[in-house]
RNA sequence: CGGGACGUAGCUCAGUUGGCUAGAGCGCACGGUUCGGGACCGUGAGGCCGGAGGUUCAAGUCCUCUCGUCCCGACCA
């Protein structure tokens, strides 16, 4: 198995080394596109079943639509195809002939499903529709890394229908916190909230929230994002229903996604110089017990007494290594690599003493524990304990990383530093905001939700401030 | 799509001014000895040198085109 790039040295190098030394991804032979391995795939598996769950209960359904969109369809929301058509995958062909009508790949659905919402909104009666689908979608980006950005990319896509913007409004805020949710309690990556500036919001939106999160060398990460759609995709796309006066009304839409970039944010936000590091409740594996043992009849008894630990972890997720190709070391170093937050070694030296060593992955400690210590409500205490350590200690890189500025060239020497999340005042014009892309390659991630201190100036235009934004370089 | 680096075994790479049968380490298969932090010995399999075209008596090596990967930009989840 590779050695692992360090991450201080290379990071991006690093990031790839991870992905491969851990088994998740590979590359397909298909331009910007990866294979999910099994390892990979069961990350995204945990995060289905959990955001699903999440989803349900507040009230959406699930459902799905065509992966093809007809050109006429997707061309109806002026803004919106402006934003998306330059990086769509289009069929011009089908049944070896040309096509009457080009099909898009569904860079994202609002545009066949809000022509579906169309025939079943008629009355008020028919709102709140709420619907989710967990698709692919297609876009083609110039340039892609594994997770992070790639020109196929698995995600969910809400999509809702509301009477009144109050209504859309409270849905849009109800996504975010559930991404916010989820990122924090399954994911243990703490995430920054607020809304996108004009310029960065999504094509044909009202407005857009996002959460943020910090990856280990400083860039900023989306990860979940949620918009208020106003009523211009239900003028596009001809919704209309009839209110309890028999009056005909325009509803409000939101749409909101949570992608497997989140996969990659996962690794930059919690790996290390050893590989990847996963927050238990994530785990594909919770818990690796490895044998150690000579040939010869101790061998039988180490197994016995491991299969037997594995027996009684009811509830957990546990792994028995007995392969008898490998030597201990190895599969220590192997499971490390692949992020199993808690391992067991159990040999003759630990039978003798009726014992086993205890090894974190978190933090790296080992400890001795009686067999009859070692009970499933012990390591569950302890797998929660390790989820609740990797959340403070990301939380505390942000803490670390975040900072408050006035003066553009504060601004610049975090950026050109050590990154981080750096807020602060704007005065609203997409003229600063380009010019400090372009001097410092950050971008504003998002808009605090305080209004700035009276008084106070943008720090690089030196004009009233509207906003408090942050400021970072991004992913 | 612009700038840079690079495509030789599954992986990481070596391969001299163009020259004979293309190499190493790791991994893989088999046998044996091992097993408390990436074990060791032996044997073996594995290559139209990314692809196409060209120059040449002769191309992994030189030229052109093309496809792909990685990094830095612009675009974006």
């Not at 062909?93 to 919402?117: C, D, N, Q, W």
């Not at 703490?190 to 407005?207: D, I, M, N, Q, S």
């Not at 601004?411 to 001097?439: F, M, R, S, Y």
Request: with cysteine; glycine share 6%.
């Amino acid at each position: 198995m590779q050695k692992i790039t360090d991450p201080a040295k290379d990071f991006p190098q690093w990031y790839l080394d991870v992905i491969d030394a851990a088994g998740l991804a590979d590359h397909a032979p298909v331009k910007g596109c990866i294979v999910f391995k099994p390892y990979g795939y069961a990350l995204w598996e945990a995060v289905q079943r959990d955001l699903d769950a999440r989803i349900k209960s507040l009230g959406v359904q699930n459902a799905y639509f065509p992966l093809l969109i007809p050109e006429s369809i997707l061309q109806r929301e002026k803004d919106h195809i402006k934003g998306f058509a330059p990086e769509c995958a289009v069929v011009t062909h089908g049944g070896g002939k040309e096509l009457a009508e080009k099909l898009y790949v569904r860079p994202t659905s609002e545009s066949i499903i809000y022509t579906m919402f169309a025939k079943w909104v008629q009355s008020h009666r028919d709102l709140p529709l709420k619907l989710n689908q967990w698709a692919n979608v297609v876009r083609w980006e110039m340039r892609t890394r594994p997770f992070l950005r790639t020109l196929e990319f698995l995600w969910q896509e809400g999509h809702t229908c509301h009477a009144t913007k109050e209504d859309a409004d409270r849905m849009v805020t109800d996504a975010l916190q559930m991404y916010v949710d989820c990122d924090r309690e399954l994911l243990a990556i703490p995430v920054l909230t607020g809304r996108k500036p004009e310029h960065e919001k999504f094509a044909g939106a009202l407005y857009t929230l996002s959460t943020e999160a910090l990856a280990k060398d400083g860039k900023a990460i989306q990860a979940g994002t949620s918009h208020n759609l106003g009523q211009g995709f239900s003028e596009a796309y001809d919704v209309s229903y009839l209110d309890t006066e028999g009056k005909a009304q325009r509803p409000w839409m939101t749409s909101w996604g949570l992608s497997t970039r989140i996969i990659g944010t996962l690794i930059v936000t919690h790996g290390d110089a050893k590989g990847l590091r996963l927050p238990p409740r994530i785990a594909p594996i919770q818990v690796v017990i490895i044998p150690i043992y000579k040939s010869g009849p101790e061998q039988e008894q180490v197994l016995a007494a491991c299969r037997k630990l594995k027996d009684s972890f009811t509830g957990i997720r546990v792994h028995l290594d007995d392969r008898d190709e490998k030597s201990p070391g190895f599969k220590f170093n192997e499971w490390e690599v692949k992020g199993v937050p808690l391992r067991i070694e159990l040999g003759p030296k630990d039978l003798a003493k009726n014992q086993a060593m205890l090894a974190r992955r978190d933090t790296g400690a080992k400890e001795a524990l009686p067999l009859e210590a070692l009970t499933p409500a012990h390591l569950q205490t302890l797998l929660e304990e390790i989820q609740s350590s990797m959340l403070a200690q990301a939380q505390q890189h942000m803490d670390l990383h975040t900072h408050h500025v006035s003066t553009y060239a504060d601004l610049k020497k975090h950026i050109e530093g050590e990154g981080g999340l750096v807020w602060a005042p704007w005065d609203g014009e997409l003229a600063t905001a380009q010019k400090v892309q372009e001097e410092t390659k950050a971008s504003i991630r998002l808009l605090g939700e305080e209004p700035p201190e009276a008084g106070a100036m943008d720090a690089v235009s030196g004009k009233p401030a509207k906003y408090m934004a942050v400021y970072a370089k991004a992913y």
